[in-house]
């Protein structure tokens, strides 16, 4: 017997900027994301890689969802494009940009695939970020907007919705390093600014789109550090649970916790470092009532940290196993690290991305083999079910990604796909994973 419930929503996950193309097509404005990659001077992508044309799913999204339904996925976890539905970002509707996404969803629930949508996936419109971006709070009224039309166009289909994906990145990495689009440096005490917009945008999204449509879900796709035990006891696991919260631990921007108790919680945790701390004498009390707490969380997992019953890390040891572009190989961490995010939040959990980039490519035979990636997602579905029979509430699992697809600043340097994707052709070539994922659906995991 399945450990996993029977109405439980097995499916993959892509982006719109890592997989569309088409960045000028139709009346789409252009994007912090076109802008960076663009700004070849600057050698912020490797290869001097763009997403200009990427998998060309903007084009060949029928192809796409017909791949998707000869492997049995259930769910297509995608984003849209703010500029190629609003191209100034709060002006007028782009129609073009609008119906292309209405058609997606139409395709996939026209082949038995539920769409899950992402309303903002890091690429904002040039025009808003020309403003100040995310450092300027009238985002937050352009995002309610933006929401509320999507919503219109999408209601009776669409019944769940992330507002962001991974605000810790969107912030730490565009605002803070500098390593993302737009490619700034700022202040930490700004950081935490935008994370504050990003938490007011969530929720007047939040409220536009039950507005809309009362019944839709509403989410937000998460990410940070997560902690596993050393042993699985008591003592143990309350220490791996204590690390995942504790922002004094790391860097304090990539964790959970820096969004998503804002927008649970009203407050930022005690550990919160000095610089959130002088931002937030900054705050206006009333914002925090602004905060709508969302209807389930989505949990992005790769990998994460070892700690003893101290709560110290423990030492990975040599030629601890890597994946294609040198991350941990760590399944422990989907045992318990969603665990840990149920039971901080009491709410119900998605894995919205999980997944491993290999070296892929086409072997002699015309077939792309990647056992890597099969024993990956084996290994880490097993620990997921270990979650599920110990109770955790979970209705789904997004696996990441579909397609091989633009990996941003890493360009198309990395392959995370279980369909590989040639991009001097634009052939699509299921791997062998994409076989085996399509027999862990058709079984609802029981083969694993």
């Not at 808003?128 to 995310?134: H, N, P, S, Y």
């Not at 700022?186 to 019944?215: G, M, N, T």
């Not at 030492?315 to 994946?323: E, K, N, V, W």
Request: aromatic content about 12%; glycine content about 10%; hydrophobic content about 35%.
């Amino acid at each position: 017997m399945s450990r996993f419930p029977k109405d439980f929503l097995w499916g993959v996950a892509c982006a719109s900027y890592q997989c569309e193309g088409g960045w000028d097509a139709d009346g789409k404005g252009p994007n912090i994301w076109d802008d960076f990659c663009h700004d070849r001077a600057g050698g912020h992508i490797k290869n001097g890689d763009t997403g200009d044309v990427a998998c060309d799913s903007y084009h060949r999204f029928r192809e796409d969802v017909a791949l998707m339904k000869a492997h049995n996925i259930q769910a297509y976890r995608f984003s849209v494009s703010w500029a190629r539905v609003i191209p100034d970002g709060d002006g007028a509707v782009n129609e073009a940009g609008l119906k292309f996404y209405s058609d997606l969803v139409d395709e996939l629930l026209a082949n038995g695939i539920e769409p899950l949508v992402t309303l903002y996936h890091w690429d904002l419109p040039s025009a808003l970020q020309d403003k100040g971006g995310w450092v300027n709070r009238d985002i937050v009224e352009a995002f309610g907007r933006y929401a509320g039309i999507l919503v219109e166009r999408f209601k009776g289909r669409v019944k769940t919705y992330m507002t962001l994906n991974e605000p810790q990145c969107a912030a730490r990495l565009g605002y803070g390093m500098g390593e993302h689009a737009p490619g700034l440096k700022l202040s930490e005490e700004k950081v935490a600014q935008v994370f504050h917009h990003l938490c007011l945008a969530h929720s007047a999204a939040y409220r536009a789109i039950k507005a809309a449509d009362p019944a839709a879900q509403v989410g937000v796709a998460s990410c940070g550090d997560l902690y596993y035990p050393q042993n699985d006891t008591p003592a143990c696991r309350e220490a791996a649970y204590r690390a995942c919260f504790d922002l004094s631990r790391a860097d304090w921007a990539f964790t959970f916790n820096i969004f998503l108790d804002s927008v649970c919680f009203g407050k930022y945790d005690d550990t919160a470092p000095a610089c959130v701390k002088r931002f937030a004498a900054t705050v206006d009390p009333g914002d925090w009532a602004l905060m709508e707490k969302p209807d389930f969380i989505g949990v992005n997992v790769y990998n994460g940290h070892e700690v003893d019953e101290t709560g110290a890390n423990v030492d990975r040891y040599p030629g601890f196993p890597l994946t294609g572009c040198k991350w941990p190989v760590t399944p422990e961490v989907m045992r318990y690290g969603p665990a840990s995010i149920a039971r901080r939040y009491g709410l119900p959990i998605y894995i919205t991305e999980n997944g491993q980039s290999c070296n892929d490519r086409i072997h002699l035979d015309g077939q792309v083999h990647d056992p890597e990636r099969i024993d990956f997602l084996h290994r880490y579905l097993l620990e997921l079910s270990k979650a599920v029979e110990e109770g955790l509430d979970l209705r789904g699992y997004m696996q990441w990604s579909f397609l091989d697809n633009f990996e941003w600043s890493q360009g198309y340097g990395e392959r995370f796909g279980i369909v590989y994707v040639d991009y001097r052709t634009g052939e699509r070539i299921p791997k062998d994973s994409a076989k085996w994922y399509a027999h862990v659906i058709e079984t609802n995991g029981e083969c694993l």
